[in-house]
């Protein structure tokens, strides 16, 4: 049972680059999101998605796209890299809204020069 | 905005004494506050939650402590132990809502 895993683990951009971030889960989970972290700042949710086919938008979706063809994956995709996205991006699953648990991915550190 | 924050940045304790983390929140319409810990190079690990008509919830060395009248969320730990160690946020989440919001994070350091 390996949770909740992201790929890659490491990647630099230069600006305009696209990219896209893959999060699996193996525990069955409904709900997904997407969160970045940046230095001093707690998580913000980018997008989340509540089952298999829906996604919804968080906090910062701005520059960002997701898809939930299958329901162990969720795809975040970057379509044109600016430094600002420069973060950390957490990959988390819940059974249900109703659970406050989230299992988070060990996380993808993203540079963009 | 409303907000989710942390009174301390870092905390340093000595192993074996108890560690209280501290937390402030404004949002009156959460239901839920949550504490999570956050290892060295490793995603947030879920630790306890609280719901919003409680005052205290006990977990296994952890405590949450509500204060809804000054809006402040408490965590402590009893015996803190190296393992302890890690970066801890609290987040807060209305009932029906997927953003749960996190605070900044406080740095718990335990010294041997």
């Known amino acids: 049972n390996a949770g909740v895993t992201q790929t890659p683990k490491f990647r630099v951009l230069k600006t305009g680059q696209s990219m896209t971030l893959l999060c699996a889960q193996d525990m069955n989970h409904e709900y997904m999101y997407w969160y970045r972290q940046d230095p001093g700042m707690g998580l913000r949710l980018i997008h989340y998605s509540v089952g298999e086919g829906t996604t919804a938008k968080g906090e910062v979706p701005d520059g960002y796209n997701v898809s939930r063809l299958k329901k162990q994956n969720f795809l975040l995709g970057l379509e044109s890299a600016a430094p600002s996205q420069t973060s950390v991006y957490f990959c988390?699953?819940?059974?249900?809204?109703?659970?406050?648990?989230?299992?988070f991915g060990p996380g993808t550190r993203l540079t963009v020069l | 905005g409303e907000s989710v924050g942390l009174h301390l940045p870092t905390l340093s304790v000595q192993e074996g004494d108890n560690s209280i983390i501290n937390c402030a929140y404004s949002n009156s319409a959460s239901d839920y506050f949550i504490w999570y810990k956050q290892e060295s190079g490793k995603g947030p690990q879920f630790i306890i939650d609280?719901?919003?008509?409680?005052d205290k919830r006990q977990g296994q060395r952890v405590t949450v402590l509500l204060n809804k009248t000054v809006k402040h969320l408490s965590l402590q730990i009893a015996a803190t132990q190296p393992g302890d160690s890690a970066v801890y946020f609290c987040?807060?989440?209305?009932?029906?809502?997927?953003?749960?919001?996190f605070g900044a994070g406080t740095r718990l350091t335990v010294k041997p």
């Open positions: 988390a699953s819940s059974f249900t809204l109703l659970v406050n648990e989230q299992f």
């Open positions: 609280i719901r919003s008509n409680m």
């Open positions: 987040a807060e989440k209305e009932y029906n809502n997927n953003d749960m919001r």
